[in-house]
């Protein structure tokens, strides 16, 4: 589902000329075919899943995040403004993101049903995030709530 919105995507920005939202939408499929090469390679022949595309988008988002603070710290205000377009236009495939509210009930969620009572749970408490919150949650800020959680 993912993958024809993708495609659809891509050619409504072809035929409205918006040259931002096409580059982007080809860095984000190439970056899907490269990892689409690397599960064939373990023998998945259909691709990586829905989830794992959601983790891909979220891995590009946070990259440009970091490539704002850079430009930004460096005087380049316009490379910055470009990085932000490419956000939008990658959230615009991201579900709905979790509130503050939302990802602290889901990270309590998390321990209960993992089972985690200490920091060197943290791993189970992570994966569980990732399997039913792909997506729809920041895990880097996650993981400080949930390492502050466990900590405590």
Known sequence: MLRQQLNDMLKDAMRAK???K???IRLINAALKDRDIQA????????????????LMQS???????????Y???GRPDLAQQ?????SC???FLPQQLS????EAAIDEAVTKSEADSIKDMGKVMAYLKEHYAGRMDFSKAAGAVKAKLGA
């Open 72 to 74: 930004s710290k460096g």
């Open 83 to 87: 990085e932000a377009e490419e956000i």
């Open 40 to 55: 064939r390679a373990k023998g998945n022949t259909d691709g990586i899943s829905e989830e794992e595309i959601l983790g």
């Open 90 to 92: 990658i959230e615009s």
């Open 22 to 24: 096409v580059s982007t």
């Open 60 to 70: 590009m988002v946070k990259q440009r995040r970091d490539s704002i603070e850079a």
């Open 18 to 20: 918006e040259d931002r």
């Open 100 to 103: 503050a509210d939302e990802q």
